[in-house]
């Protein structure tokens, strides 16, 4: 960042806080906040949370707004159900809010590592639920045709196997890898079993992950969905910055908006009337 980008964006944040009034300082938030999809007032928001007295109504502004790009769109809502419930799946994880963010970067398409930086402590069963996504990402990617790449998915399939503590799982998994010729033995008869046999195998494996994981549905979404999705994932990342950062937010606000990070429009409005 250039010194001259630094000082306008700290200008801009004192305009804000130095509003004279009550109102007229409630105005600048909402002023502030329908920038909030925007990447080049990112600085501008840490700057104003910092410099803020108190950074509160910031915050709750700041989140109402997150909620409300996804609000309107059922598809998107019935996603952050699925996410949602895939965390009180997870009962060990002391912050669900930090399994559904791990889930709705799992499901997003292409995998990136930053999509998973809301998500920063894995269980068993998230790490399990990552391990079989890359595995059948791996198994169904455009190079699987390959020996060496055939061969991965099995052996990590078996590496899999040592980590799984669901018998029914287990058993299902240890299916498909038993139908796996051994490549060791003979590569030309394995080549030609994963010619003829890898989609149907591939499917079994998705199957089974579907019904045992309850993970890599395929999730269509349209070209918007996906800038919108994109749009609220980045928004939320900058609230946490905001609240990680340097600024005064009393603590039942700070853990009210971790609780309800990514949560659905109904399980929101539910929380309302608890």
Same mark, same amino acid.
């Given at each position: 960042?250039?010194?001259?980008?630094?000082?306008?964006?700290?200008?801009?944040?004192?305009?804000?806080?130095?509003?004279?009034?009550?109102?007229?300082?409630?105005?600048?938030?909402?002023?502030?906040?329908? !920038?909030?999809?925007?990447?080049?007032?990112?600085?501008?928001?840490?700057?104003? &949370?910092?410099?803020?007295?108190?950074?509160?109504?910031?915050?709750?502004?700041?989140?109402?707004?997150?909620?409300?790009?996804?609000?309107?769109?059922?598809?998107?809502?019935?996603?952050?159900?699925?996410?949602?419930?895939?965390?009180?799946?997870?009962?060990?994880?002391?912050?669900? &809010?930090?399994?559904?963010?791990?889930?709705?970067?799992?499901?997003?398409?292409?995998?990136?590592?930053? !999509?998973?930086?809301?998500?920063?402590?894995?269980?068993?069963?998230?790490?399990?639920?990552?391990?079989?996504?890359?595995?059948?990402?791996?198994? &169904?990617?455009?190079?699987?045709? /390959?020996?060496?790449?055939? !061969?991965?998915?099995?052996?990590?399939?078996?590496?899999?196997?040592?980590?799984?503590? /669901?018998?029914?799982?287990?058993?299902?998994?240890?299916?498909?890898?038993?139908?796996?010729?051994?490549?060791?033995?003979?590569?030309?008869?394995?080549?030609? $079993? $994963?010619?003829?046999?890898?989609?149907?195998?591939?499917?079994?494996?998705?199957?089974?992950?579907?019904?045992?994981?309850?993970?890599?549905?395929? $999730?269509?979404?349209?070209?918007?969905?996906?800038?919108?999705?994109?749009?609220?994932? /980045?928004?939320?990342?900058?609230?946490?910055?905001?609240?990680?950062?340097?600024?005064?937010?009393?603590?039942?606000?700070?853990?009210?908006?971790?609780?309800?990070?990514?949560?659905?429009?109904?399980?929101?409005?539910?929380?309302? $009337?608890?």
């Amino acid at each position: 960042m250039r010194l001259a980008d630094f000082s306008g964006f700290n200008e801009a944040a004192r305009k804000i806080v130095a509003s004279h009034n009550l109102q007229a300082l409630e105005q600048a938030l909402a002023g502030l906040v329908s !920038h909030i999809s925007d990447p080049h007032w990112r600085e501008i928001f840490l700057l104003t &949370a910092a410099m803020l007295r108190s950074a509160d109504g910031l915050v709750q502004l700041m989140k109402q707004h997150i909620d409300a790009l996804v609000a309107q769109d059922p598809y998107l809502q019935e996603f952050l159900t699925w996410a949602s419930q895939k965390s009180k799946d997870t009962p060990s994880q002391p912050k669900v &809010a930090t399994v559904r963010a791990f889930y709705v970067a799992l499901a997003r398409t292409p995998h990136m590592a930053s !999509h998973f930086t809301l998500a920063c402590t894995l269980d068993q069963g998230m790490f399990l639920d990552a391990a079989l996504d890359n595995l059948l990402r791996l198994c &169904a990617s455009d190079q699987s045709q /390959d020996f060496t790449q055939a !061969h991965a998915c099995g052996d990590a399939l078996s590496n899999i196997l040592g980590i799984v503590l /669901d018998a029914g799982l287990y058993k299902s998994l240890q299916q498909l890898r038993d139908q796996f010729p051994n490549p060791n033995q003979n590569r030309e008869r394995f080549q030609i $079993w $994963w010619q003829a046999h890898s989609s149907a195998w591939v499917e079994q494996l998705k199957t089974t992950i579907i019904n045992y994981r309850n993970i890599n549905h395929d $999730w269509q979404f349209s070209q918007q969905q996906q800038q919108v999705l994109q749009r609220y994932y /980045d928004a939320n990342q900058l609230l946490l910055d905001c609240l990680n950062s340097n600024c005064e937010v009393t603590l039942a606000i700070r853990q009210e908006i971790e609780t309800t990070l990514l949560l659905p429009t109904k399980e929101l409005e539910d929380r309302e $009337w608890q």
